[in-house]
């Protein structure tokens, strides 16, 4: 009996050693497998991190791009561009004037404005100094004193030619309503003059709007520091939503130089919204994006009219 007790022990003994025994080998496995599955999350996490790193980069520099240069976009409206309206500005005919012209089988005035562009000439020396005349009789009034502004013209890519642009460019931002009545003129220099200039006034191919900055898109207009740079497809085309809001291409010219100047001029993207249905949308609004509920508008605001 005692023997055979003892045997039974033996059994029980070996039968729990190979319990512990597996056990053992149980926790064993099971750790590893902790061990593993925690390794592969902080790698997972870790992966993650950086991807999101890596996405907030350009993030940061588009934002960064935005704030400082201002997609265009556009907006657009209604009917300021008369042609009667035209006349009493005074805006020295020429593609100007024509460009706003729409018909019926042209309801932006598209045609109208690369018809002129073709056959556009520069400005005369006699045509730029009346319309300084009256940039500066604006600039006076604005109660800021005068403070002038040099720019030069430049390209990058083929464009074509830029007589009806740096006709338009001049133009606008010598406009009576424009940044004069905040107490800005802009004189154009030359061409290769741009190092010392205030700022250059570059049509840039879509595909080269990037060369600026990655902030900037090829969908967009953009300013970077002093350059300021109008996208060729914008010029030729505007945009969906500000043609579609009844706006025309020459109107879209106007407020995409006016809008990108500001920022140059100080202004950032969105400093003041849309006042009220029905309302002018200010300049600095990014009007491409949604007008919520005002109508475009290519010229500054009372409450813009400031320059740094
Ligand atoms: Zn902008």
């Not at 220099?189 to 709007?209: G, K, N, T």
């Not at 990014?286 to 409450?303: A, F």
């Amino acid at each position: 009996m005692a023997d055979h007790r003892a045997s039974r022990r033996r059994v029980d003994v070996s039968r729990e050693r190979k319990y512990v025994l597996r056990r053992a080998i149980i926790g064993a496995v099971a750790l590893l497998a902790l061990i593993y599955a925690i390794a592969a999350t902080v790698t997972a996490v870790g992966a993650i991190g950086a991807a999101r790193g890596a996405d907030d980069a350009p993030s940061a520099a588009q934002a960064a791009a935005d704030g400082r240069d201002g997609q265009t976009d556009g907006a657009d409206d209604a009917d300021a561009s008369d042609d009667g309206k035209k006349t009493d500005d005074g805006k020295s005919d020429g593609d100007a004037a024509d460009a706003d012209g729409t018909s019926e089988d042209d309801p932006f005035g598209v045609k109208a404005v690369h018809a002129a562009d073709a056959t556009a000439q520069p400005l005369t020396d006699a045509e730029r100094a009346a319309i300084m005349e009256r940039a500066t009789a604006a600039a006076e009034a604005s109660g800021n004193g005068v403070t002038t502004f040099t720019y030069c013209i430049a390209t990058n890519g083929d464009v074509g030619s830029t007589v009806a642009f740096a006709n338009t460019v001049y133009e606008t931002l010598n406009d009576a309503r424009g940044w004069t009545r905040a107490g800005a003129v802009f004189t154009q220099i030359a061409d290769d003059a741009c190092a010392s200039a205030d700022m250059a006034i570059i049509l840039a191919q879509a595909e080269r709007m990037t060369d600026y900055s990655l902030g900037c898109s090829t969908e967009y207009s953009c300013r970077v520091g002093n350059d300021v740079i109008v996208n060729a497809d914008r010029w030729n085309g505007g945009t969906d939503t500000w043609l579609g809001a009844g706006g025309t291409l020459a109107r879209y010219r106007t407020m995409v130089i006016n809008h990108e100047v500001g920022h140059r001029l100080g202004h950032i993207d969105n400093e003041t919204w849309c006042a009220a249905p029905g309302a002018a949308a200010p300049l600095m609004q990014e009007q491409s994006m949604g007008l919520d509920g005002c109508v475009g508008n290519e010229w500054p605001l009372d409450g813009e009219l400031w320059i740094a």
